[in-house]
């Protein structure tokens, strides 16, 4: 999933990024069916304050909403990830995502995950560091690795390192870099909260993954232009 | 994509959600209007942007109200107020845009969501990367440039002369005329989508030899090129080989994809197991 690999940023910024996902794999290569375990792994992450959940097909906590009212113009929009919608509309069996914004409840899902023993491939996208940690707290070893090497010719120092930071939490390119710019743009203006564009920006991203404790984050710095 | 004339409103917003800064609001008719030679059919608008449903002629009397009182009418930055956006039918050759650019739309020649490949996610169970093998996934568009294919055709030429194994299970192998030499078929050359990923395996030996080839085709396509490295672990989890010599190459490795190796040929029946105890019921009750 280069989705969740390729994130711009040092390794200090994947702090609290810890993108978990399970998946079957496909070819028949696996008997038995996938969807409970599925289902059961999103269920075991609910129990370990997971800030992100969902799947690859229908999306994570944080979703476009639709009027059904011309009045609704005037409401507030919801900014808090709805998890009962994504564990509701749980179907085909694809790749399930949890993100965790703290150490301690990434090792603790992993050990959980460890001794529930699903069968399906778990995989720990987050810094080489952080993964290591995990395993280390499950009492595993890694089976494979797969090291992302950057975006060639993007240093760290890039100018606008902020928006690449937002864009490229998702993966499949969703969130685009002018409208993580016009985000932060009106953060630093004060005409909207760091949680009102962090939903915003969340909407974008169809397969859970993004990391709203993150974006806040990177939102707050940018506000200052630190990083 | 399009956007209907007769219900856009031209208040930008679709502009902004554009990965690839396609869409913009012409001058002549103040509407937004799609570039469809850049529009890699994302769908990011269509299925990103959030619908208010508000009847257009509402919407522009009260912006024209408004801007008489140097006032705007300004729906939140990730809403088109009047859904506009009309996905257009998509037919061969373009339709390989959405394919590939639109992360919900699973790929037929993997079966998998995203950009369709399972790479080291599965690699317990698949040995799609064996011992003693790199994995490389090459990258390309991303973030917010696209590629056209004939620009993935450079690099998959060059990777291919040097006679490596293209990945087979993966849609962009699947585009190619000859995987032999990396051809990609002529109709759909000048396609341009969000992102693709090529992907080969070597022996760890030729790491650097690859490495200084994307390099050096990568300057000469007009894209932006991201590398994913893969390899097998040792026994004891550590990984000794592989980064000594990217970090040699001068790459600072900060993050990766850890496969945790907990993939089983048997996927556990939960099913199954919540099923017994219903049944165990049942038989109570018949007895």
């Known amino acids: ?227 | 994509m399009k956007i209907s004339e007769t219900k856009c409103v031209g208040c930008g917003n679709c502009t902004y959600a554009c990965p690839m800064g396609a869409i913009y609001v012409d001058p002549t008719t103040r509407k937004a209007t799609v570039n469809s030679d850049e529009c890699v059919e994302c769908y990011a608008c269509y299925n990103g942007l959030s619908k208010e449903h508000l009847p257009p002629r509402t919407v522009r009397f009260t912006r024209r109200m408004m801007s008489k009182l140097w006032l705007r009418f300004e729906p939140d930055p990730d809403i088109c107020p009047t859904d506009a956006l009309e996905p257009d039918p998509l037919s061969w050759p373009r339709v390989v845009r959405r394919a590939f650019s639109d992360p919900r739309v699973p790929h037929e020649s993997t079966g998998v969501t995203g950009r369709g490949t399972e790479e080291v996610k599965t690699n317990e169970i698949s040995n799609r990367i064996a011992v003693g093998m790199v994995g490389f996934t090459i990258e390309f568009g991303r973030p917010g440039v696209g590629v056209r294919f004939h620009q993935i055709q450079e690099m998959s030429m060059a990777l291919a002369a040097l006679g490596v194994k293209i990945q087979p299970k993966n849609p962009v192998t699947a585009m190619m005329s000859d995987v032999e030499t990396g051809k990609i078929r002529d109709d759909i050359l000048n396609e341009k989508v969000l992102s693709a990923i090529l992907e080969i395996t070597v022996p760890v030996e030729r790491t650097e030899e690859i490495i200084r080839t994307v390099w050096a085709v990568e300057k000469r396509i007009d894209t932006i090129v991201v590398l994913g490295v893969g390899t097998r672990c040792d026994e004891d989890g550590e990984e000794r080989v592989v980064a000594p010599i990217l970090e040699s190459l001068g790459y600072t490795l900060k993050r990766a994809k850890t496969n945790l190796g907990l993939g089983r040929p048997q996927i556990r029946e939960l099913a199954r197991e919540n099923a017994e105890p219903a049944n165990q019921a049942q038989e109570s009750v018949a007895a």
């Open chain 1, 1 to 227: 999933m280069t989705n969740t690999l390729h994130r711009y940023g040092t390794a200090e910024s994947f702090k609290d990024d810890y993108v978990i996902f399970a998946l079957p794999a496909k070819g028949g290569a696996q008997t038995g069916d996938p969807k409970p375990a599925l289902r059961r792994f999103l269920e075991i992450a609910l129990d370990y304050n997971p800030v992100n959940i969902g799947d690859a097909i229908h999306g994570g906590g944080t979703r476009p909403t639709e009027h059904s009212h011309a009045m609704e113009h005037f409401a507030r929009r919801p900014t808090k990830p709805d998890f009962q919608r994504v564990m509701d509309g749980l179907g085909e069996p694809t790749t399930y995502s949890a993100v965790f914004a703290t150490r301690e409840d990434a090792e603790a899902f992993v050990q959980r995950i460890v001794e529930e023993d699903l069968g399906l491939s778990i995989n720990i996208s987050s810094s080489i560091e952080n993964a290591q940690n995990c395993c280390k707290a499950a009492g595993i070893t890694r089976h494979s690795v797969g090291y992302s090497l950057g975006f060639e010719g993007i240093q760290d120092n890039a100018p606008n390192r902020h928006v690449l930071a937002l864009s490229t939490m998702c993966g499949h390119g969703m969130i685009s870099q002018s409208l993580a710019k016009k985000m932060i743009d009106m953060v630093k203006e004060n005409r909207a909260s760091p949680d009102k564009v962090t939903a915003a920006l969340s909407r974008f991203c169809s397969c859970g993954i993004f990391n709203p404790v993150r974006a806040r984050r990177i939102i707050e710095e940018a506000r200052k232009k630190t990083f």
